[in-house]
Nanobody
């Protein structure tokens, strides 16, 4: 069983940066493709970025060039560096495997981009 705990969210002005972390329990983490997802009010949850166990990444078009996903398998942690944030990036951000498992959704971390 894998448990995922997200952290690092907060309130930031447009153009600012945040770094999210997702700490995973369980050694199975290292063989999983991991993803960051987000859900804005009134919208469906969407995949923002994913990274394979070997470090191959892919991104949603809306965040390409601004967000960077990375992972530290030794620490069972996946990160999301978010730069040049926009108000439309406001959402609750979650990590999960990709594709996601309903068993692994955590509480998420709120990101609010506002002046």
């Amino acid at each position: 069983q894998v448990q995922l705990v997200e952290s690092g969210g907060g309130l930031v002005q447009p153009g600012g940066s945040l770094r999210l972390s997702c700490a995973a329990s369980g050694s199975i983490f290292t063989i999983l493709t991991m993803g960051w997802y987000r859900q804005a009010p009134g919208k469906q949850r969407e995949l923002v970025a994913a990274i394979s166990r070997d470090g191959v990444t892919n991104y949603a078009d809306s965040v390409k060039g601004r967000f960077t996903i990375s992972r530290d398998n030794a620490k069972n942690t996946v990160f999301l560096q978010m730069n040049s944030l926009k108000p439309e990036d406001t959402a609750v951000y979650y990590c999960n495997k990709a594709p996601p498992s309903p068993k692994f959704w955590g509480q998420g971390t709120q990101v609010t981009v506002s002046s």
